[in-house]
């Protein structure tokens, strides 16, 4: 398959995405998260049940729009597992990276209407999450496979920089930072290296 028919299709995949989420919120707020099935979403979007749990493990996903990852997301994440750089500023450059892709910025107000609207769906956020970071840590052991403490160290780095980006977003959504979010990330993370070295006061 050439580069730009693969482009093509990955483009129509991804749009296929984005029309089932779009059309789980909208229907989600006309009848409520339970007034719909799969197969009436898979109706307004023109397809097959099949095709659905090809883009999202379960309804709840769909209406989040947590999909699966996708080629690009993959790519990042494969030349992150083969970079021989500092672990902590790769694994944020990666994080930076996928913000790009994605901007869940711009996803938010929608999803904050979804859990005021149906807030038992919170639930089902949380949980995703939970399976990205092990996700993540999955990613950060393949690349430093047989080292000390390698399992506590990718611990440590997926929820630091967890709440590194937590951080960053609350200055995005609510207090309307126009501060890029690779600059408000890195800031975040220069101040918390320098909490965390070695006191250099005499003693």
Known sequence: MSDSAESLREQRKRETSRALTDAARRLTAEKGFAGFTVEELCAEVGVSRRTFFNYFESK????????????????LEEEFVTQHGDLLDDFIELTIRRFELFNPVDDAPAVFAVIEQEPRLL?????????????????????????????????????????????????????????PFADLIARRLDLARSLYAPSQKAR
């Open 123 to 179: 639930k089902a956020a949380f949980e995703q999450l939970a399976k990205n970071e092990q996700r993540d840590q999955a990613l950060i052991l393949r690349r430093t496979a047989g080292d000390p403490d390698a399992e506590l160290r990718a611990e440590v780095v997926v929820h630091t920089v967890g709440a590194l980006v937590r951080m960053s977003m609350d200055q995005l959504l609510h207090h309307q930072s126009t501060e």
């Open 60 to 75: 709840e996903n769909a209406v989040f729009g947590f999909a699966t990852i996708d080629s690009r997301q993959q790519a």
